[in-house]
């Protein structure tokens, strides 16, 4: 989807380094997310955030830490403390379901392909 | 926490053939399933989604089915084509709180 831009969508990164990846939408969606995807092992959330000043820990937060300013924007750093980074990194948005039974899809990025130098 | 299987991991056809992808699911409050289909090095992009209070949907060629007390849901790809070969993800969610299968990766032989 056009609305989601990752950037860069090549990233070294060097030992002891932090490094942050970007991620902006104008689809005016509430929810954003980040993924870790490793080969054989599909989408591994990573932080989300329903709403500007808030976020929640996914299932592999550790070494990674996010920000929600701005609705439009949801950065994802990767701390030296992620000791294993090498991956590909996607954000995704969707609307917030106001009621149960109302979620909505998510809409993905291009990604960010991360490694160590 | 919602986990979500999906079988087989590699799946190889031939042109025409139909694919059948399976997911279970563990959360029972799950309510949302889509489909995603990600070809090699793009972003995963949405096929089909069903809800919990519909049993199957269809789009041209491609169908999902739910079993809502098995806690599985299936896609179903007919007339297989090249352009299908790619990696499917099935993914279960509540409330905004997806989680994703390890995915399937489909090869259409011509």
């Known amino acids: 989807d056009g609305g989601i831009t990752q950037s860069p969508k090549y990233l070294f990164r060097k030992e002891g380094q932090n490094v942050t990846l970007s991620c902006e939408q104008n689809l005016n969606h509430d929810a954003m997310y980040w993924y870790r995807q490793d080969p054989g092992q599909g989408l591994r959330l990573i932080y989300y955030s329903q709403i500007v000043n808030d976020f929640q820990k996914g299932d592999i937060a550790e070494g990674y830490s996010v920000s929600r300013e701005k609705k439009e924007s949801f950065p994802l750093t990767v701390t030296s403390a992620q000791k294993n980074p090498t991956a590909f990194y996607l954000c995704a948005s969707s609307i917030r379901p106001r009621v149960v039974f109302a979620d909505q899809p998510q809409h993905f990025g291009d990604g960010t392909r991360l490694s160590i130098l | 926490g919602e986990n979500v299987e999906q079988h087989p991991s590699t799946l190889s056809v031939q042109e025409g053939d139909s694919a059948v992808i399976k997911c279970t699911y563990s959360d029972s409050a799950s309510n949302y399933f889509p489909w995603y289909k990600q070809e090699l090095g793009k972003r995963p992009q949405l096929i089909i989604d069903?809800?919990?209070?519909?049993g199957e949907k269809k789009d041209q060629r491609i169908a999902v089915t739910l079993n809502k007390t098995a806690k599985h849901f299936s896609l179903h790809i007919t007339e297989t084509q090249p352009e299908d070969s790619a990696v499917y993800f099935c993914a279960a969610s509540q409330l905004n709180d997806m989680r994703f299968g390890a995915g399937t990766r489909l090869t259409v032989k011509p």
């Open positions: 069903i809800r919990s209070n519909v």
